[in-house]
Each structure stands twice: as structure tokens, then as C-alpha cells.
């Protein structure tokens, strides 16, 4: 199960939590991409509560991140437990998106 909350602001913030997989994780595009349309600008995940997640999950925050780079922002993680800050480093994830 995943949650996530919509903080807003600037950043534009979202607290993630649970675990999202193949299974949500075009709903978590969905709704970031939404919230982003209305004002674009730079983008935050709050990970503390995320426990898991795999690799279409990685592969959504890299096309959120394409898609954000394009209008000129920029995407951070904060926050990530050790496994996934490891799973974003295999990756060479960490090179690409700001992990804090």
C-alpha cells in the first residue's frame, strides 16, 4: 500500500509512504504530474515513511525528473532509509537526482 500526501509549496512536496511498485506506481506519476502542471517548479519527495520500492518505481521518478529538468527545476529525495538510498546508488540514480 501507498500514500501519497500533497504538501505543496516551494518546493512542490510530496510526502511518500509504503511501499509503491508496478502496481501504483503510475498512480504516484499521475498525481505528481498533476500537481506539477498546475505550477511548475522544483520538486521534492519527504521518503522518511517509504519502505519500499522497485524498479518501475525508479523508472518513474526518472521520467518525472526528465519532465521536470525540461522545464528547468529540479528533483530531490529526502530522507531515504539506507536499503533504498543503496538501491538510488547501484543505480548511478544519485548521479542524476539530488538524494539528501
Known amino acids: 500500500m501507498q ?3 500533497i504538501i505543496g509549496g516551494d518546493p512542490l512536496t510530496f510526502s511518500l ?7 501504483n506506481s503510475d498512480a504516484l506519476f ?6 506539477y502542471k498546475r505550477s511548475p517548479r522544483d520538486v521534492l519527495f519527504e521518503c522518511n515513511r517509504l519502505t519500499f520500492i522497485d ?4 523508472g518513474c521518478f526518472v521520467k518525472i ?13 529526502s ?3 539506507p536499503q533504498l538510498k543503496k538501491l538510488f546508488t ?4 544519485d548521479r542524476i537526482m539530488e538524494l539528501e
Request: proline share 0%; with cysteine; hydrophobic share 40%.
Open 30 to 35: 499521475e498525481t505528481v504530474m498533476e500537481e
Open 17 to 23: 509512504s509504503g511501499e509503491i511498485d508496478s502496481e
Open 79 to 81: 530522507a531515504l532509509n
Open 3 to 5: 500514500e501519497v500526501t
Open 90 to 93: 547501484i543505480c548511478a540514480l
Open 55 to 58: 524498479s518501475t518505481t525508479l
Open 65 to 77: 525528473l526528465n519532465l521536470v529538468k525540461a522545464d528547468g527545476h529540479a528533483l530531490r529525495l
